[in-house]
């Protein structure tokens, strides 16, 4: 099975890579399904004191509640495709289950085609509901100026449209636009970050030339911290430029959600891969970004000395979307699966039929789309007639 480098540094015309199974080498730092359902009352509780926002939600006792959310176990904890998961009772790939095949003997897959056809029960794992949330969101993306490749990067065209429009990230409660310069966007000027340690111009993505981008998203995430607004909103979402993004699309499918967990949550969005959180859209609880942003150094002292060259990610340096999932991992935030959160042409899983190897396919009807966004479309005229047919609206360029 295959994992997508999906790192969303820039708008720019590449083949997207295929990639495969990784290891955390700190298996004994990351809990898997079971170690995290016994530390929700001491390290959950520990974890988020006072930075806590409760506005528009509502709180609850964790004792007797029993509302639970079903969540997925940490990749580092479980089986590749390859081994017996028997002792694990859990699988690497998302949306693989660990299925019973004889006594000791189990095996990682999607469905189950052989075997007893029962699932191993030490991998499945719940956490009570611990704060209910409702649906305001805040929003950010990011533009980046210096890609480091001679191609067109269309983010801030697009961006500057969707501004006009008051569409995308622009139609949330609260909302952001990062970038390594200060430029407008409308009547708004974007936020700017600085590489606080060298680490924005570092290394270059071999295909496209444009600039690996964990750096850049470590200091955004910073920079996301002393904004604060995602203090008083339920959920923080990152939103690609490129991604077609329908916010109340979104707040509708998070009304069907049961709630916080005392981890916090996020949602893992493409099936069939390793570090499934792809970074077209990332949505995130209100505590899990109080985790991220709390233990962002922490985060950075651990990790930044793999991002760049990869370490156990056998397929080259970091994106953001795994920086920020492992960060995430490594302070025991709750994964949930949501394969229904985007259709996404990076993601394989969401290609259809005939289109499996095109890694450039975005969809090509959008009023069938059903999902909270689309990607990628870099195109102006492209993605806003994918908007249209997502909104039933006419959108002038």
Known sequence: MSSMDTDGESL????????????NKRRGLIAGAVGLAGLVGVVGLAFHGSKISTAGSQVYSLQGKEERIDIAPSLVSCSKASE???????????????????????HCNATCTKGICEVVENGQA???????????????????????SPKKSTELDLLKLQKKHD?????????????????????????????????????????????????????IWVKVREVGKWEQKDYTVKVDPDAVFV??????????K?????????????????????????????????????????????????????CDWE???????????????????????????TTDGACKADRPKGEKTNKKWHAEDCSKVETAAAHPFKKEKD???????????????
């Open 84 to 106: 017996n998961c028997y002792a694990t009772g859990c699988c690497q790939v998302s949306g693989q289950t660990c299925w019973k095949m004889s006594v000791g003997i189990a």
């Open 167 to 219: 569409v995308s990230i622009f139609a949330c409660d609260a909302w952001d636009v990062f970038s390594d310069v200060n430029v407008p966007i409308g009547d708004y000027i974007t936020v700017k970050v600085t590489d606080e340690f060298g680490e924005f111009h570092v290394l270059k993505r071999k295909e496209s030339g444009a600039w690996v981008n964990w750096g850049m998203f470590y200091q």
């Open 12 to 23: 720019i015309e590449e083949p997207l890579r295929e990639s495969s199974s990784h290891r």
């Open 258 to 310: 049961k709630g916080d967990s005392p981890h916090g949550i996020y949602y893992e969005n493409c099936k069939g891969v390793q570090y499934g959180m792809f970074g077209n859209l990332e949505v995130i609880s209100n505590t899990a970004a109080s985790v991220l942003t709390k233990y962002l150094e922490n985060c950075h002292a651990e990790f930044a000395p793999c991002a760049n060259d990869g």
């Open 315 to 341: 397929y080259g340096p970091w994106g953001e979307d795994v920086f920020a999932q492992r960060c995430m991992d490594h302070h025991y935030v709750d994964k949930v699966e949501a394969f229904d959160l």
């Open 247 to 256: 916010p109340t699309r979104l707040q509708q499918w998070l009304s069907t």
């Open 383 to 397: 993605y806003f007639k994918c908007l249209g047919e997502m909104t039933q609206k006419t959108y002038d360029l």
């Open 126 to 148: 719940s956490v009570p509901v611990a704060k209910v949330l409702g649906q305001s969101l805040y929003c950010f993306s990011a533009y980046t100026k210096n890609t480091g």
